[in-house]
């Protein structure tokens, strides 16, 4: 489990593809107590540490995951939001993330608010049902607020501590980003829907 509280950045520093596997070494900021086998979030798809090699560390990336989220798009110098995974007793800051990724979201529009951003996130018709005003959403494995929902895009307002930590601040109109919706919000419409169409059929 995560909290979307991402820890910084990485540093994708090659990328080799296999058969059936795509592996990706990424330099990160912090590898103390790093095990093999555990899980890191990759702007925010969950990912695990197959081979440890003083900060480079190396992830093996199904086709699922390639086609399902925007690591399909990693190239060698891009960098990446990280977050190690929850450990007992640490504090949530954000929201618990699992990691797997729902789809990918378009970047619609950028815009500068003082110190800070305004970005406007399209979201697959499939994913536009969970996206409520003032509910949680991870992007990239952040944290966020929804802010204003409208016509198949939601706004989000990113302070400046944000920007500093993250790679929101290099996003640009037509990048795509990954989209985990918060499990709570998930599970009430599918609930109220599956309840709906029983009340329908009866």
């Keep these: 489990m995560f909290t979307g509280i991402v820890q910084g950045t990485g540093t994708v520093l090659s990328i080799k593809d296999g058969e059936t596997i795509r592996t990706l070494v990424i330099e990160l900021p912090n ?5 093999i086998g555990a899980s890191v979030a990759i702007n925010g798809v969950c990912l695990t540490a197959t081979t440890i090699q003083s900060n ?3 992830f093996d990336v199904i086709e699922e995951t390639l086609q399902r989220t925007s690591t399909g798009e ?23 993330l699992s990691g797997h990724i729902m789809g990918t979201g378009l970047v619609h529009a950028v815009n500068a608010s003082g110190e ?40 989000l307002h990113i302070i400046p501590e944000t920007l500093r930590l993250t790679t929101l601040g290099q996003r640009e109109v037509g ?4 989209l985990e ?22």
């Design 74 to 96: 990693l190239d060698a110098g891009h960098k990446v939001n990280i977050e190690r995974s929850l450990a007992f007793g640490d504090e949530i800051g954000g929201h618990l």
């Design 31 to 35: 590898v103390e107590n790093l095990a």
């Design 116 to 155: 800070g951003m305004n970005l406007e996130i399209l979201v697959p018709e499939e994913l536009r049902k969970f996206i409520l005003e003032k509910g949680y959403i991870g992007v990239d494995g952040i944290s966020l607020t929804v802010g204003a929902v409208e016509k198949g895009c939601f706004s």
């Design 175 to 178: 990048d795509a980003v990954n």
């Design 181 to 202: 919706i918060d499990s709570t919000t998930q599970t009430i419409v599918e609930t109220v829907e599956r309840y709906l169409s029983q009340q329908k059929g009866a």
């Design 56 to 58: 480079s560390v190396h």
